[in-house]
C-alpha cells in the first residue's frame, strides 16, 4: 500500500507485534505513575471500581473504533478521516487535526515525567539511594524537582531517544523495541508485588486498594477516572488510529484490543500494588500525588538485599514502559507530516521534538522556577494534564464515536471488524454498534458536563 506521495508504507509484521506495539503505547506512566497517585488522591477503591467501568465501557469500544478508521484507511491520523468522509462536507478530518495537537499536548509534559524517570533509574544506578532511610527518599525527590538544569536536561535526553526509536521506523524502532522489553517490564513488577506485600503493615495498603467508600465518588472523581481510563488506553486523539493503520488485514481488531485493555489493567493493579502497601508501611500518605511513585518505590528497596540492582532495574523499566507510550505519541504527527506534507521522516521527528521539547520546558519549569506561574489557576504542568485528560480526550472519544457509529456505520463496520465476514463475531458487533451509536457519546458527554460543573445531576 502506498501513501499519498508514493511511498511505501510500513507496518506491524506479525500477531504478537501487533499486540506488543498497540500494548507498549497503552503501558507507559500512566500505569506506574498516574494510576496509582490519582487513585491516593481520589479515595482508593471506589476510584479504581468507577475507573474499570470506563475503561470497559468506553475506553474499549473507542479503541476498537480506533482500530477501525486507521485500518480501513490505511493513513495517518487526518489522511484516515478525509478517507472515509467521502460525501466530504462535513469536516470530520479536523477531528484528527485536534489529535495531532493533542499529542504535543500530552507530550509538552509526558517528556518532562519520564525525565525524571530517566534520572532516577541514574542515579539509583551510581548509588545515589544506598543507606538513606523512608523520610529521606522524600527530601530527595522534592530537592531534584526542585532544581531547574538537571531536568530540562533528561527532558531532552528523553526526547533524543525517542527521536531515534522513530527515525528508525515501525517495524524496526517500533515494533521489535517493544516486543522484547514488556515481558521484562511485567516480572520485575511481580518482583516489587512479593516485596512490596511482604512489608509489615501491608495489608492496609491492599484495603485501601479494593474496599470501597463510595462516599468519595464525586462528579470530579468520575470526570478523572473517565479521563485516566483515555489517557490509559491512548485512546481519544488518534493513537490507535495511526497504529491501526498499521495493522494487516488478517488481524482479529477487537480480540486485540480486549487484551491491550486487559493487560493495561493488569499491569495497573500490580502496580497499585507495588506502591500502596509501601505507602501504608512506611507511614506515608496516600494522597501525595505525582511524587508518590518517586518517594515510595525507592523506599521499597532500601528495605531489601540487593536493593541497589532491583531499584535501577525497576527505573530502567519504568523509563521503557514511558519509551514506548512516548514513541506512540511522536509517531502521530510524524505519520501526517510525512503521509499529508511529503516531509521526511527525519525532519518531521526532529522538528516535533524541538517543539516538544521547548514548549515542555514550561512543564518541567513548573515544580521549580514556574512554580507560582498559573495560568486559569494552574502551573503548566496541571493545565496541560488536566487539558489532555479532562477535555481533550474525551471530546475526541465522542466525535470518533460518533464517527464510526454513524458516518461509517453498521455495515462498515461489519466488515472491517470482522475482516470482511471470516471472523465470526457478529453478535459482539452488534453490542459494539450500539455503543459506539448511543451508550459511549452520551455517557461521555454527561461525566464531561457534570465534571466541569457546566450541569449538576
Ligand atoms: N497510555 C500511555 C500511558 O499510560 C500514554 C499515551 C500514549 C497516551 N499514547 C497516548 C495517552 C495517546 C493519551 C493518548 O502512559
Known amino acids: 500500500m502506498n501513501d499519498n506521495h508514493g511511498h511505501m508504507r510500513e507496518g506491524f509484521t506479525t500477531t504478537l507485534g501487533v499486540l506488543a506495539a498497540t500494548l507498549g503505547s497503552a503501558v507507559g506512566l500512566g500505569n506506574i505513575w498516574k494510576f496509582p497517585s490519582m487513585t491516593g488522591q481520589n479515595g482508593g477503591a471506589a476510584f479504581v471500581f468507577v475507573y474499570l467501568l470506563c475503561v470497559l465501557l468506553i475506553g474499549l469500544p473507542v479503541m476498537i473504533s480506533e482500530f477501525i478508521i ?37 507530550m509538552f509534559f509526558y517528556t518532562g515525567v519520564a525525565g525524571w524517570v530517566y534520572a532516577y533509574a541514574f542515579k539509583a544506578l551510581t548509588g545515589a539511594f544506598s543507606g538513606v532511610t523512608a523520610a529521606e527518599t522524600a527530601d530527595i525527590f522534592s530537592t531534584y524537582i526542585g532544581s531547574a538544569a538537571g531536568p530540562l ?51 492496609a495498603g491492599v484495603e ?26 491512548s485512546v481519544g486523539m488518534g493513537t490507535m ?46 494522597d501525595a500525588g505525582p511524587s508518590l511513585l518517586f518517594i515510595t518505590i525507592p523506599a521499597v528497596f532500601q528495605t531489601m538485599p540487593l536493593g541497589q540492582l532491583f531499584l535501577t532495574m525497576f527505573f530502567v523499566l519504568a523509563a521503557i514502559a514511558a519509551t514506548g507510550a512516548m514513541i506512540s505519541l511522536l509517531e502521530v504527527p510524524v505519520a501526517y507530516l510525512t503521509e499529508e506534507h511529503g516531509w521526511s ?17 514550561l512543564a518541567t519549569l513548573s515544580t521549580s522556577v514556574l512554580s507560582e506561574t498559573l495560568v486559569f489557576g494552574r502551573t503548566f504542568f496541571d493545565l496541560f494534564d488536566f487539558l489532555s485528560s479532562n477535555i481533550v480526550l474525551p471530546v475526541g472519544g465522542i466525535l470518533i464515536c460518533l464517527f464510526v457509529g454513524w458516518k461509517l456505520g453498521p455495515k462498515a463496520i461489519a466488515d472491517e471488524a470482522s475482516n470482511g465476514g471470516s471472523i465470526r463475531n457478529a453478535a459482539v458487533l452488534r453490542v459494539f454498534t450500539f455503543v459506539v451509536r448511543y451508550v459511549a457519546p452520551v455517557a461521555i458527554l454527561l461525566v464531561l458536563l457534570n465534571g466541569l460543573g457546566v450541569i449538576k445531576a
Not at 253 to 262: C, E, G, T
Not at 345 to 359: D, F, P, Q, Y
Open 70 to 106: 486507521g485500518r480501513r484507511a490505511q493513513a495517518n491520523n487526518v489522511g484516515a478521516f478525509r478517507k472515509l468522509e467521502t460525501a466530504g462536507r462535513a469536516p470530520w478530518h479536523l477531528t484528527g487535526v485536534a489529535g495531532v495537537a493533542a499529542a504535543f499536548l500530552i
Open 153 to 203: 536536561a533528561w527532558q531532552w535526553i528523553v526526547l533524543v531517544t525517542v527521536s531515534a526509536i522513530i527515525i528508525a521506523g515501525v517495524t524496526k524502532g517500533i515494533e521489535r523495541m517493544t516486543k522484547t522489553l514488556l515481558p521484562i517490564l511485567f516480572v520485575l513488577l511481580l518482583i516489587c508485588n512479593i516485596r512490596a506485600l511482604t512489608l509489615p503493615g501491608a495489608g
Open 208 to 233: 485501601y486498594l479494593f474496599r470501597p467508600d463510595f462516599t468519595k465518588v464525586t462528579a470530579p472523581v468520575v470526570l478523572a477516572a473517565l479521563g485516566l481510563a483515555f489517557f490509559k488506553l
Open 241 to 286: 488510529t495511526t497504529y491501526g493503520s498499521y495493522i494487516g488485514r488478517r488481524e482479529n481488531l477487537p480480540s486485540n484490543a480486549l487484551k491491550v485493555a486487559f493487560a493495561d489493567t493488569l499491569v495497573s493493579l500490580l502496580a497499585g500494588l507495588a506502591i500502596f502497601p509501601a505507602v501504608f508501611a512506611f507511614g506515608f500518605e496516600p
Open 345 to 361: 521522516r527525519v525532519k518531521a521527528t526532529l522538528l516535533s521534538a524541538a517543539a516538544m521539547g521547548t514548549v515542555g520546558a
